[in-house]
């Protein structure tokens, strides 16, 4: 009997590059394996060199991250790929570009985590957000979020500050005490404002790995749990095709 293929993921990195090894040591335990031979296969492009999205979307004077970000989709792709995913919940801003740019698919963390929150909490209509005021200017959440009638609630101005903050100070690398106390009144803040369950948009914030004084889903977690499946053949990789793309 013929064994299917497992596929080769590839990962459009670097933003930030803690956060992109992060998701890679999640896809290695999610992974089930006795062996080095039973991981999948990854095909990083761990480029820090990406435009900032901060920059470009925030300050609104910044190069614009979309043709980097194509360029480094085609070459994923030339490099054997079957499918890519975007390590950064802000870059799905841009991911028409890098899906315009490729033949294969590009997984939507977007969909996808709006998805998993509508299938595994059915009775929960609102939703914390933790990410960078990037995700709530671009209104990604927002949208997907709507469409399966259930609302985003974000940290007020104050509190919305301070978590940036912490975005950057990961991107640093300073994960001390401080850095992780102000996380954690974020996500008090939201607890306080009748949010049971919060999502963690940001793969900064997943790198940091705090626990949290309320119910967390991560979504790099979701990204990871869904490569791995892809990747071994356990659930069907959608063909851009298929999708009328």
């Not at 939703?127 to 974000?154: C, N, Q």
């Amino acid at each position: 009997m013929t064994q299917t293929r497992e596929k080769v993921v590839g990962i459009l990195g670097g933003m930030g590059p803690e956060a992109t090894v992060d998701l890679m040591q999640r896809i290695i335990r999610l992974t089930p394996a006795l062996d080095d031979a039973d991981h999948i296969r990854c095909i990083v492009d761990n480029n820090p060199k990406v435009p900032s999205r901060i920059k470009a979307i925030i300050e609104g004077d910044g190069e614009d991250p979309g043709p980097c970000m194509a360029d480094m989709g085609r070459r994923l792709e030339s490099w054997g790929a079957d499918f890519l995913v975007i390590a950064c919940n802000t870059a799905h801003y841009y991911y028409n570009a890098v899906q315009q740019a490729v033949t294969i698919p590009v997984i939507n963390l977007i969909d996808l985590v709006a998805e998993h929150v509508s299938g595994s909490y059915p009775n929960h209509r609102k939703i914390g957000i933790l990410a960078s005021p990037a995700v709530a200017m671009t209104g990604l959440y927002t949208r997907r979020f709507s469409r399966l009638g259930i609302e985003d609630v974000w940290p007020d101005p104050d509190h919305q500050a301070r978590l940036l903050s912490v975005i950057k100070a990961v991107k640093k690398g300073d994960t001390g005490p401080t850095v992780r106390d102000d996380y954690r009144r974020v996500g008090q803040h939201l607890k306080q404002n009748g949010v049971e369950i919060a999502l963690i948009a940001c793969t900064e914030l997943s790198a940091l790995g705090e626990d949290l004084p309320l119910s967390a889903l991560d979504a790099a977690e979701i990204l990871a749990s869904e490569i791995v499946q892809l990747a071994t053949n356990r659930k069907k990789l959608v063909d851009r095709t298929d999708r009328g793309v």
